[in-house]
């Protein structure tokens, strides 16, 4: 390991780095480090001002612009769920002033796997085939993420891209040749970020877990169900709908097919880090006017999108649903005969009638006051009957309401509470409307149970970052969540030219402060590495 630099040796290596990465830029290919941008700033543009701020993340470019999601997914999950990526620890994470921008030197050990399981070990000790075994390229990439997003003392302003996009794999890099929409290369680096994990890991709890659903298809009741795996859930802006369960339905709620409710579309099995995406606009797109956009909840249930939860509480909501709709279609039929002709008819002659006797009366006056009496009586009734159908009717409505599905409603969570269907919602933690412009959540909600949505006592952050592109300005704002909600909106009334990414994360498996600073601790590499960062900031503050 290195030791702090004085700010002569300091600034004269950052010239020699900055001298061998301009020199390797391709002819064909865009620099990474454009004229006026952050990565080209001098080193008092580094630090943050404010040591409670989080690091953002610097796209690389237009030429870039899939790849440049994938740090910040590794943000969200530095961020969320850090824990799962420290148990290793790699011995040397060698310290140079650009780590930041992804210019790491190599390490001298290697990850090898003998009885014993996954060693880290020497270069000079490497036999055989063992020169030949995969590195978890992207997993020390991932724990420098970690450390100086969750560090207390770090005042590292931001980092590039290439900090996580220089670890990624083969398979990455063929998807991003080969393909045009983020969903399509998104499972890819999902798929890396694992693996890569799992080789470091000495027992069977496979990191997959944490971000690989299982659903479950049937072309039609008679087939068995076939499982697939899944990352990444995308939609077309076709698909646009006024809230995101909305989105959901048309392809997991069953439809009634004559002889009851048919699955033939569930989740199995939902993995903590749900990921959707929201395909850009490409040449085949049809127009997508959405006037309010799209209603983003804060907490999720796609819980309710299992085999399990569709049969205990969708299909028997939905089958009451029916029965409610079929109750309120006779009481409608009711209400339009007593509007209809005939129904007025009625009202009429009772209203003729009274009018008659009341200014001619019938012989005897008293018999006369009876017959107005006995008719007033009638037509009170009738309109008291038709109160009463609109009464009942309205109540029915709102039985319906209370079993929707657009939002859902607070019924329907309850019965799958009930059930043991849900147990804890998912929270919106990252929102992504393009590389320059994306929203981070950390922190939880200090009213548990509650959207978040809740002003007072908490340590919920919606934290939004916006990059202009080509210049050196990175803001940052925080937002409330009905802030963020309304942003979403704003960018879903039309077809997006850029992809929108969002991850929901179970709120039991988001890492609390305490355990991330401990995992962070027991981790020496990365503390020592965390300890060298901070003396080339505290040499740059002392530096005249």
Same mark, same amino acid.
Request: hydrophobic share 35%; net charge negative.
């Given at each position: 390991?290195?030791?702090?630099?004085?700010?002569?040796?300091?600034?004269?290596?950052?010239?020699?780095?900055?001298?061998?990465?301009?020199?390797?830029?391709?002819?064909?290919?865009?620099?990474?480090?454009?004229?006026?941008?952050?990565?080209?700033?001098?080193?008092?543009?580094?630090?943050?001002?404010?040591?409670?701020?989080?690091?953002?993340?610097?796209?690389?470019?237009?030429?870039?612009?899939?790849?440049?999601?994938?740090?910040?997914?590794?943000?969200?999950?530095?961020?969320?769920?850090?824990?799962?990526?420290?148990?290793?620890?790699?011995?040397?994470?060698?310290?140079?002033?650009?780590?930041?921008?992804?210019?790491?030197?190599?390490?001298?050990?290697?990850?090898?796997?003998?009885?014993?399981?996954? /060693? $880290? +070990?020497?270069?000079?000790?490497?036999?055989? !085939?063992?020169?030949?075994?995969?590195?978890? &390229? @992207? #997993?020390?990439?991932?724990? /420098? $993420? +970690?450390?100086?997003?969750?560090?207390?003392? !770090?005042?590292?302003?931001?980092?590039?891209? &290439? @900090? #996580?996009?220089?670890?990624?794999?083969?398979?990455?890099?063929?998807?991003?040749?080969?393909?045009?929409?983020?969903?399509?290369?998104?499972?890819?680096?999902?798929?890396?970020?694992?693996?890569?994990?799992?080789?470091?890991?000495?027992?069977?709890?496979?990191?997959?877990?944490?971000?690989?659903?299982?659903?479950?298809?049937?072309?039609?009741?008679?087939?068995?169900?076939?499982?697939?795996?899944?990352?990444?859930?995308?939609?077309?802006?076709?698909?646009?709908?006024?809230?995101?369960?909305?989105?959901?339905?048309?392809?997991?709620?069953?439809?009634?097919?004559?002889?009851?409710?048919?699955?033939?579309?569930?989740?199995?099995?939902?993995?903590?880090?749900?990921?959707?995406?929201?395909?850009?606009?490409?040449?085949?797109?049809?127009?997508?006017?959405?006037?309010?956009?799209?209603?983003?909840?804060?907490?999720?249930?796609?819980?309710?999108?299992?085999?399990?939860?569709?049969?205990?509480?969708?299909?028997?909501?939905?089958?009451?649903?029916?029965?409610?709709?079929?109750?309120?279609?006779?009481?409608?039929?009711?209400?339009?005969?007593?509007?209809?002709?005939?129904?007025?008819?009625?009202?009429?002659?009772?209203?003729?009638?009274?009018?008659?006797?009341?200014?001619?009366?019938?012989?005897?006056?008293?018999?006369?006051?009876?017959?107005?009496?006995?008719?007033?009586?009638?037509?009170?009734?009738?309109?008291?009957?038709?109160?009463?159908?609109?009464?009942?009717?309205?109540?029915?409505?709102?039985?319906?309401?209370?079993?929707?599905?657009?939002?859902?409603?607070?019924?329907?969570?309850?019965?799958?509470?009930?059930?043991?269907?849900?147990?804890?919602?998912?929270?919106?933690?990252?929102?992504?409307?393009?590389?320059?412009?994306?929203?981070?959540?950390?922190?939880?909600?200090?009213?548990?149970?509650?959207?978040?949505?809740?002003?007072?006592?908490?340590?919920?952050?919606?934290?939004?970052?916006?990059?202009?592109?080509?210049?050196?300005?990175?803001?940052?704002?925080?937002?409330?969540?009905?802030?963020?909600?309304?942003?979403?909106?704003?960018?879903?009334?039309?077809?997006?030219?850029?992809?929108?990414?969002?991850?929901?994360?179970?709120?039991?498996?988001?890492?609390?402060?305490?355990?991330?600073?401990?995992?962070?601790?027991?981790?020496?590499?990365?503390?020592?590495?965390?300890?060298?960062?901070?003396?080339?900031?505290?040499?740059?503050?002392?530096?005249?």
């Amino acid at each position: 390991m290195q030791s702090g630099f004085d700010q002569e040796e300091l600034l004269r290596k950052l010239d020699a780095v900055d001298s061998d990465s301009s020199s390797n830029d391709g002819i064909t290919s865009l620099p990474s480090r454009l004229p006026n941008s952050l990565l080209n700033t001098t080193i008092e543009h580094w630090w943050k001002k404010d040591p409670s701020q989080l690091v953002g993340i610097l796209p690389k470019g237009s030429s870039a612009l899939l790849e440049s999601y994938f740090p910040l997914f590794a943000l969200c999950m530095a961020v969320n769920v850090p824990t799962k990526f420290l148990n290793v620890d790699f011995k040397e994470l060698v310290y140079n002033p650009h780590w930041f921008k992804g210019e790491l030197v190599q390490s001298d050990y290697r990850l090898v796997h003998r009885n014993a399981g996954p /060693l $880290l +070990i020497h270069k000079r000790e490497l036999t055989g !085939s063992e020169y030949l075994e995969m590195q978890p &390229e @992207l #997993i020390p990439r991932m724990q /420098l $993420l +970690i450390g100086i997003a969750n560090d207390p003392e !770090s005042m590292r302003r931001f980092v590039a891209s &290439e @900090l #996580i996009n220089k670890g990624t794999d083969f398979n990455v890099s063929r998807a991003l040749s080969e393909c045009d929409h983020l969903s399509e290369v998104f499972p890819q680096f999902i798929k890396n970020l694992h693996n890569d994990m799992d080789l470091c890991l000495k027992d069977d709890k496979s990191t997959s877990k944490l971000f690989l659903s299982k659903a479950l298809h049937r072309p039609n009741v008679l087939e068995p169900f076939q499982p697939t795996s899944l990352s990444v859930l995308n939609f077309s802006p076709e698909n646009y709908a006024y809230t995101l369960y909305e989105m959901f339905n048309p392809m997991l709620l069953p439809e009634d097919s004559g002889r009851g409710y048919e699955i033939e579309n569930a989740f199995d099995f939902l993995a903590p880090v749900f990921t959707i995406i929201f395909d850009d606009m490409d040449d085949t797109t049809e127009e997508v006017n959405l006037s309010h956009g799209v209603q983003i909840p804060i907490e999720f249930y796609p819980q309710l999108y299992t085999k399990n939860a569709l049969e205990k509480v969708v299909v028997p909501v939905l089958e009451e649903t029916d029965a409610l709709r079929n109750t309120n279609k006779l009481k409608v039929d009711q209400m339009s005969s007593l509007q209809s002709f005939q129904g007025k008819q009625i009202s009429s002659f009772l209203n003729s009638s009274i009018n008659y006797l009341e200014e001619i009366p019938l012989g005897d006056e008293d018999k006369s006051k009876e017959l107005v009496d006995t008719l007033e009586k009638i037509k009170y009734q009738l309109s008291n009957k038709k109160r009463e159908m609109m009464a009942d009717y309205t109540e029915t409505q709102r039985q319906i309401d209370l079993l929707s599905f657009e939002g859902p409603s607070e019924k329907i969570i309850d019965l799958a509470k009930q059930v043991g269907i849900i147990d804890e919602p998912y929270l919106l933690r990252l929102v992504v409307f393009s590389p320059n412009d994306y929203i981070i959540a950390r922190g939880i909600s200090a009213d548990d149970g509650n959207t978040g949505m809740e002003t007072g006592n908490n340590n919920l952050q919606y934290i939004r970052n916006i990059i202009e592109f080509g210049s050196s300005s990175l803001t940052q704002e925080e937002l409330t969540a009905q802030e963020t909600q309304d942003i979403t909106k704003s960018h879903t009334r039309h077809a997006s030219e850029t992809p929108i990414l969002f991850v929901y994360i179970k709120k039991d498996h988001i890492d609390a402060p305490q355990d991330i600073l401990a995992s962070i601790s027991e981790n020496e590499t990365l503390t020592n590495f965390l300890k060298e960062e901070h003396t080339t900031y505290v040499n740059y503050k002392q530096s005249p």
